[in-house]
């Protein structure tokens, strides 16, 4: 595979600041054997994380307040904290080969070192865990004159810092040294060094990559009655009951300067960390946890899914790798036990969490590890770029029906920053065309990408049915005008672009499926469903503003007839049953993959289903169609197993294929443990639930949660359809506030695998057009929110589907 050249060279040499031995075994551990959860959805272990590479993607346990996060490993005898910052990315606007076309970099590690006290003699009661109901992680253990530790970690978005807290209840105190250790490859890649410098309790580094200038700070607070100092090895503090660390850190970066993207100097932006740090040590632990949650819970409360099983309300009291084991054995048929379902229910809610705790405020896109990477041996998979043919879509995925829309807004403005950038523009230049931007399959932060696989052109049609579709969930208009331009250009290249062929359809040239089959060729059905979607968005953008008249009348009536002239990317072959016949019979028709070549030029049950866009992500196939049912044999050909983010586009294609049972064993499929190698194609999920390519890619994480979004709810066609794949196993359960298309917010709960209470809440006052495949929505009560009845009105030619009048604000109420 082309890039596991990044992976090899994990073996790069660790810089050393400090003294301390690293390889020196942990202290003995002995894990609680009765833990309270905090709430309902923590992660808990019984042990520490360990330091490795392995174990960081194992078992360390993510925080992060969309911008700035850091992985905890709670260790004892050394503990290390890693930090991320969102911005932290090496590269400019510039085509370069792999890799040199930029990197996301690590910031740094906190190394945390026992100075000798009563832990050495080993400690009980350990345990560690992230509760993602407040976003809070802990550590707590006891030593062997019944002191108690604990440690609070949080990464606070109001306080713009990560802060830790330690305390220890009883006779004995902690001395603990903390040092800082910037990122091997950030050092590797810097122009300008970084430096640690400790001074009064506070560790301080600043350096430069090709653009930007970063600047991370830590400071170390302790209760009066310890003692603090600074020497060249890291800040040691001694004799301490309660220690608090604060950690902050960013980059000059200004993703709309395209004049170096940065924005003012690295001593205003020394200056900014220190004054953060500042402010957020002189606040209240606990006002600081109380402002960090309900900032937190704003996003995370506005879902809520409670899965049932026999009436009760699914849970689990086993620590989180043994339900990861269990579940994955299926003895007893463990998965359909309520705690089987309950780590189902876990990972819909952690791929929420991740969402709201990598994606805030800066137009900075999620990478390949979203907002956490640990690379001290080498430089991430893939540089932890931006990955453009399948991966940074799927991070955002969630986003809109998962209520989370205005989370979407840094990968959208990160598409208007780069469709701007000289680097794009270029890009498009160089594939022959006049006008538009082009960002190929591996990108940077700054429109930058490498020259690999550079014919495939059709991502920035992906990029923008992204825009349209907030629009779609949102109905911002202001929004829309804004991106207008980003979507019409990228239009421009297309209408431009296209060649005309002997069929008299046009098509996209020399494209590629990815990642398989021929190089370069013809109406690949991938890139001819983008094309369509693109124009299809982008002329209806062009009615909501009303702007036709603003436009170019010859671009405009060239885009128009492309649209409609362009091959629909939807052909028909036949399987020939010579890859097996397990997942689909000989003689079935299958939906093309390329326009000219065959389906065996690509190669079986390959992991990519780019040719099946028009069923998911897109609504262009729906069922009824004559292409319904090739889709969803040429998944079925696609088999059950593959790599992390190939099963979660599997569940959203089930889903879309209305089989809620194939949807949820490819959920199954995809909740198994990974196994610890770096092989890549396994498939499954560390023991922190972190999804597995392998090795880490979030991308999983993000597809499995917006697949079960759409086993409960779908609206891609403007029809709101009620539990459209709901499975068995699920036979109980409610879930609320997910969003449809149209501005609606939708509560649904269900018994013995059906609809009981639906209600509808519309943002908007759009029209409301709804289905629920299992009862006919005319023997439903339905009535406004003060039970008055309304009279739904069947759509002719919709079998099924009501248009229901609902003014803004009002609430329609649909029983059983
Ligand atoms: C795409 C995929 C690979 C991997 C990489 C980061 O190229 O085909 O499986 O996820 O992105």
Known sequence: MRTLTTLASLCLAVLSATAFDRTAPEYSVAGTTAFTKPSKHTLWYTQPAGNGYAQWQ?????????????????????????????????????????????????????????????????????????????????VAFTDADATRYTRTCISSQ???????????????????????????????????????????????????????????????????????????????????????????????????????????????????????????AT???????????????????????????????????????????????????????????????????????LMISSNRHQPVPNNLQGLWVDTDRGHAPWNSDIHTNINIQMNYWPAEPCNLSDLHLPLLDHIVSISNSPGTKAQAKKAGQ?????????????????????????????????????????????????????????????????????DGSYECPAEFSPEHGPQAENATAHSQQ??????????????????????????????????????????????????????????????REWKYSPYTVGQNAHRHTSHLMALYPFSQIQPGDKYFQPAINSLAQRTDASTGWAMGWRVNLWARALDGNHARRMINNALCHAGDGLNYSSGGVYYNLWDAHTPFQIDGNFGVTAGMAEMLLQSGTGVISLLPALPDAWAEGSITGLKAVGNFTIDQTWKDGRLTTATILSNAGEPLLVQYGKRDLAQATITDARGRAIQPKAVEGQAGVYEITVAKGGKVVIRF
């Open 58 to 138: 194992e078992y360390s346990l993510p925080i992060g307040n969309g911008e700035l996060g850091g992985s905890i490993f709670g260790g004892i005898r050394l503990d290390k904290i890693t930090f991320n910052e969102k911005s932290v990315w090496d590269g400019a606007s510039t085509t370069r080969p792999n890799p040199n076309h930029g990197e996301y970099l690590k910031f740094g590690s906190i190394w945390v070192e026992d100075m000798g006290t009563a832990l050495a003699a080993g400690v009980k009661d350990y345990v560690r865990y992230l509760d993602i109901d407040n976003a809070v992680a802990g």
């Open 158 to 280: 109001p306080d713009k810092v990560m802060a830790i807290r330690y305390e220890a209840k009883g006779k004995n105190r902690m001395s603990l040294r903390f040092s800082v250790e910037p990122g091997a490859p950030l050092v590797e890649r810097s122009q300008v060094k970084p430096e640690v410098v400790y001074s009064a309790g506070v560790a301080t580094f600043a350096g430069k990559l090709e653009l930007l200038s970063y600047s991370a700070q830590l400071s170390v607070k302790a209760d009066k009655k310890a003692t603090i100092s600074s020497d060249a090895n890291g800040i040691t503090v001694s004799n301490a009951a309660e220690i608090t660390l604060y950690i902050t850190g960013g980059t000059d970066f200004d993703a709309f300067n395209y004049d170096g993207f940065t924005n003012g100097t690295a001593p205003q932006l020394l200056s900014i960390m220190a004054k953060r740090i500042e402010a957020a």
């Open 283 to 353: 606040k209240k632990w606990a006002a600081m946890i109380k402002a960090h949650t309900a900032d937190y819970r704003q996003y995370m409360d506005r879902v809520n899914m409670d899965l049932k099983q026999g009436g009760a309300s699914v849970d689990s009291k086993m620590a989180t790798n043994l339900l990861i084991d269990s579940y994955g054995r299926n003895e007893g048929g463990f998965r359909n036990s309520a705690e089987g379902i309950y780590l189902e229910q876990l990972y819909y809610n952690y791929g929420r969490y």
């Open 434 to 502: 006049s006008v538009g931007w082009v960002v190929d399959t591996e990108s940077n932060l700054f429109g930058g990408m490498s020259s690999w696989s550079d014919n495939y052109t059709i991502a920035n049609a992906w990029y923008v049915t992204h825009l349209w579709q907030h629009y779609r969930y949102t109905l911002d208009k202001a929004y829309l005008r804004r991106v207008f331009p980003t979507m019409w250009s990228a239009a421009q290249y297309w209408a431009e672009r296209l060649v005309e062929a002997k």
């Open 530 to 591: 983008l094309v369509v979607e693109l124009f299809s968005n982008t002329l209806e953008a062009i009615k909501a503003l009303n702007n036709a008249s603003e436009l170019d009348p010859q671009w405009l009536a060239m885009i128009r007839d492309r649209y409609q002239k362009a091959d629909r990317g939807l052909g028909i072959e036949t399987y020939t049953g010579d890859w097996g016949t397990k997942f689909l019979a000989a003689g079935s028709p299958i939906l």
